[in-house]
């Protein structure tokens, strides 16, 4: 269905796009570090346990729909997030999504007719199949290859960290999807 949908997609038939949120804390994600001999790299973190957390709309094209949210994410903020999405749509629109409580939740399923409406056609990807949703891709890109030492320093430093990747991502910050 999805290289279907791609297919469709490249004919100008319809839109795809793809899904998720991710939470980013100051802990960082940094797997290791080049360093000289003798010399050890440190990265303060902090014992603050707060999130930021972004939900976004992803295409293969690097259009990106991001949402920054310095609260809990419940099924109400994914509904909203949905809502402002669907009311700007330019076409058909397939968008991609794990099976995540919150995204199967009564309230978000009770909105969906709404939403087909206007254009927009949920899609549930199998159960654990992160690798089909490429906005995974983005979030691994931003944590572990984009994000500067510095964004760990407070909370402000990593929001304002998140905000200048997503404005600058499909620019500054591409992501190269297999277009087959």
């Not at 700007?88 to 995540?100: E, I």
């Not at 960290?161 to 087959?180: C, H, N, W």
């Amino acid at each position: 269905m999805i290289h279907h949908l791609h297919t469709r997609e490249m004919h100008g038939e319809c839109d795809v796009w793809y899904f998720d949120a991710s939470g980013f804390c100051l802990t960082p994600s940094i797997p290791y570090a080049w360093q000289p001999i003798g010399s050890v790299i440190e990265v303060p973190t902090s014992a603050h346990n707060k999130r930021i957390n972004v939900l976004g709309f992803l295409t293969r094209h690097n259009a990106l729909f991001p949402y920054v949210i310095e609260g809990r994410v419940d099924t109400d903020v994914v509904i909203e997030c949905f809502e402002q999405f669907s009311q700007h749509l330019q076409k058909r629109s397939y968008v991609f999504l794990d099976n995540a409580s919150i995204q199967k939740s009564r309230a978000f399923i009770q909105h969906i007719p709404q939403w087909v409406k206007r254009g927009l056609i949920i899609k549930y990807l199998p159960p654990y199949s992160p690798e089909l949703n490429l906005i995974e891709i983005l979030w691994r890109f931003m944590k572990y290859y984009w994000m500067p030492f510095s964004a760990y320093i407070s909370l402000q430093c990593l929001l304002q960290s998140i905000e200048d990747i997503l404005q600058r991502f499909g620019t500054e910050y591409p992501i190269a999807f297999d277009m087959k």
